[in-house]
């Protein structure tokens, strides 16, 4: 059983960082791009980041770029969202979700075959 674990969400002013972590087991973590996703209160979810299998490349949603970076370390089966310079925008649920293949240039929801429950990012102005 693929189980993915978020955390490292908060409350956070404007201008300020906060760094997410997910952690997964039961799949062959190294074989599979990672995803994040973000859903605020009466909108649609939707792509922040993405990183390859191999952690070599990363793919971000324009209106995060620059800010959020995401990394990953295979022998700890982990992936990182490390998001700096935080806009009440940026105020949403935020998923950790496996990929169904290696490359990171899957932005939609249906290219990802696990979710985490999800962790809460609120960033005020």
């Known amino acids: 059983q693929v189980r993915v674990v978020e955390s490292g969400g908060g409350l956070v002013q404007a201008g300020g960082s906060l760094r997410l972590s997910c952690a997964v087991s039961?799949?062959?973590?190294?074989?599979?791009?990672m995803g994040w996703f973000r859903q605020a209160l009466g909108k649609e979810r939707e792509f922040v980041a993405a990183i390859s299998a191999t952690g070599y490349t990363t793919y971000y949603a324009d209106s995060v770029k620059g800010r959020f970076t995401s990394s990953r370390d295979n022998a700890k089966n982990t992936v990182t969202l490390q998001m700096n310079n935080l806009k009440p925008e940026d105020t949403a649920v935020y998923y950790c979700a496996v990929g169904r293949f290696a490359i990171a240039t899957m932005t939609n929801t249906g290219a990802y075959d696990y979710w985490g429950q999800g962790t809460q990012v609120t960033v005020s102005s």
């Open positions: 039961g799949r062959t973590f190294s074989s599979y791009a």
